[in-house]
C-alpha cells in the first residue's frame, strides 16, 4: 500500500511539472519571441508587429532584350533609389491578419551626354541631376489561414493587397527634358492576390508561394512638358521557392528563389506604345535575428538573368517589434 501510494504521488507531481511546462510555453510573452520559422503564418489574435523596412539600389545596369547584362544606354544613366516603409500587421483573429505599409521614397538620378564639336576636334560633356523625394503609395492588405499546418500537411494562407495612389505622380520642379524631381507614386491602383503553403519541420521550413497583381489603367505626365497620357503597366506575377533553417535558437537564414514577369505596358497616345515583357530570375538570402519580441533582418535581391528589367542587386533592411 505504501508504495502504490509514493507511486501516485509521484505521478501526480510529473503531471504538474508537465502542466507547468506546457502553461510555460503558452505564456504571450514568449509566443510573440518567436522566430521567422516557428511562428505561425499569421498573426494571433490581438498581436501587433510594427516596424521599418529600408531598400538600397544603385541603378546602373540592365538585361537587355537579349539577356544580356549590360549598362543602361550605353553608359550614360546612373541612379541610386532609397526606399524606407513603416509596416503594421494586426492579428483580428488567429486566422485573419491585416496589414498597412506607408513608404517613403528618396531617388537620385544622373544623366551624361557626350557631344562631338567637329569643326573644334574636341568634345563636352553635359550632366544632368535630377531627384525626387516623398510619401509613396499607400499599400494595405488582409491575410487569411485557409488550412492550419498539421504534421503530415502543409499550412495554406491566402491574401489580398490593394495600393492606393497616395504620392505625388507627376514631375515637379522642372527645369529641363532631363532635370526635374521625380514623382514618388506611380499613379495608379494596384490589386494583389497570393497563394502561400508552408511545412515546418523543425529546425527547417519550406515553402511555396504564388503572387499575381492586376494594375488598373491611370492617367498622370510621364514626361517634363507633355500632357496628362492614360497608361496601363503590365500586370505581374511571382513565384517564389522557399528554403529556410534555424542556424542557431536566435538567428534562421531565409532563403527564395523567384521567378517574375510583367505584362507589356501600354501608353496611350494618340496612338498606342507597347513596351516589351520583361522578366527575372532572382536568388534572395536573408538573415533574421529575433532578440526577445525585437526581430531584424539584411538580405540582398541577387538577379540572376531576365529580359529587359534592372539588373543591380538589392540590399534590403529591417527592424520590427512585437506587441
Known sequence: MKKISIFIFLFCLSCLFASGQVEQIIIPGDLKQQTIITEPVTLRKGYLRSGIESVFIVVDKMFDGNGSRSYIQNSNVWGKFRGFTLSTQYGLSDKLEISLKIPYITQQYMVSIKYEE????????????????????????????????????????????????????????????????????????????????????????????????????????????????????????????????????????????????????????????????????????????????????????????????LSDPIYAFGLQYTF
Open 118 to 309: 567637329v569643326y573644334h576636334d574636341a568634345d563636352s560633356l553635359i550632366s544632368f541631376k535630377s531627384k525626387g523625394n516623398g510619401i509613396g503609395d499607400l499599400e494595405t492588405g488582409v491575410r487569411f489561414q485557409i488550412l492550419e499546418e498539421t504534421s503530415v500537411r502543409p499550412s495554406v494562407t491566402t491574401g489580398l493587397d490593394i495600393t492606393i495612389p497616395t504620392g505625388r505622380k507627376n514631375p515637379a520642379n522642372i527645369i529641363s527634358d532631363l532635370q526635374y524631381d521625380y514623382p514618388p507614386g506611380d499613379g495608379r491602383i494596384a490589386f494583389g492576390i497570393n497563394l502561400d503553403l508552408r511545412k515546418t519541420i523543425y529546425p527547417y521550413s519550406l515553402r511555396l508561394r504564388s503572387y499575381y497583381e492586376y494594375y488598373l489603367k491611370g492617367k498622370k505626365v510621364l514626361e517634363p512638358g507633355e500632357e496628362k497620357t492614360e497608361f496601363k503597366d503590365g500586370d505581374m506575377f511571382k513565384i517564389q521557392g522557399n528554403f529556410s533553417f534555424h542556424l542557431n535558437d536566435w538567428i534562421a537564414l531565409w532563403n527564395d528563389l523567384s521567378y517574375t514577369r510583367y505584362a507589356k505596358d501600354k501608353k496611350y497616345y494618340d496612338i498606342e506604345v507597347i513596351s516589351p515583357v520583361s522578366w527575372s530570375v532572382d536568388y534572395n538570402p536573408v538573415l533574421y535575428f529575433q532578440i526577445r519580441r525585437i526581430r531584424f533582418l539584411q538580405g540582398v535581391i541577387i538577379p540572376i538573368f531576365g529580359k529587359n528589367i
